[in-house]
């Protein structure tokens, strides 16, 4: 069974910057995974922030970015903020199927 | 306004079947591929299935605890994804969203199985 693993928390101050990582049971997580990330906040949906490893969607801010590090897909954010103070999820494909991270909770202090 | 809104969940013994739907408005619906998420209470967020378009072959693949007992299907006539459960266990119980290949989602249904 394939698992994808990632922080369970972090805390950061404010304007600092934090990389968060999603890695792979498999293996060195590569572009070919179309690495994926999602925050969410209490009480709302999921929002997408990054796709194939690196592309932010429109509304995405510029302080996220998404690379390949060390073998594991990561989600740097750069100047936190305290709105995002939120979970973090992480999806690879693996073939057709998508397999999410356990989710990253960020603590802003 | 681009939007996704589920509907059809509720509570229903295991065993049992539900049928969900989403009704999407806002973009081109035929050549979208389409997915469902699950999201347990208090727990991460899980990856069901999805379909691609009908141009794109309107394939579907489901992730491992689903396949066999989930089928996602699309009325592209009516703008619709729907999600048919079937063989539903407690460990089924999630907050389900429908979403545009993942960068669009909609609010969720609660589908609640238990006896």
């Known amino acids: 069974q394939t698992v994808v693993t990632q922080e369970p928390s972090l805390t950061m101050s404010p304007g600092g910057t934090v990389t968060l990582t999603c890695a792979s049971s498999t293996g060195a997580v590569t572009s070919g995974y179309d690495p994926n990330w999602f925050q969410q906040k209490p009480g709302q949906a999921p929002r997408a922030l990054i796709y194939?490893?690196?592309n932010k969607h429109s509304w995405t801010p510029a302080r996220f970015s998404g690379s390949l590090l060390g073998g594991k897909a990561a989600l740097t954010l750069s100047g936190v903020q305290p709105e995002d103070e939120a979970d973090y999820y992480c999806l690879l494909y693996y073939a057709t199927v998508g397999v999410f991270g356990g989710g990253t909770k960020l603590t802003v202090l | 306004e681009v939007q996704l809104v589920e509907s059809g969940g509720g509570l229903v013994k295991p065993g049992g079947s539900l049928r969900l739907s989403c009704a999407a408005s806002?973009?081109?619906?035929?050549?979208?591929?389409m997915a469902w998420v699950r999201q347990a209470p208090g727990k991460g967020l899980e990856y069901i299935g999805r379909?691609?378009?009908?141009?794109?072959?309107?394939?579907?693949h489901y992730a491992a605890p689903v396949k066999g007992r989930f089928t996602i299907s699309r009325d592209d006539s009516k703008n619709t994804l729907h999600l048919q459960m079937n063989s539903l266990k407690t460990e089924d119980t999630a907050l389900y969203y429908c979403?545009?290949?993942?960068?669009?989602w909609g609010q969720g249904t609660l589908v609640t199985v238990s006896s």
């Open positions: 806002g973009f081109t619906f035929t050549i979208a591929w």
């Open positions: 979403t545009k290949d993942l960068s669009l």
């Open positions: 379909i691609k378009s009908k141009s794109d072959g309107g394939t579907t």
């Open positions: 194939g490893t690196s």
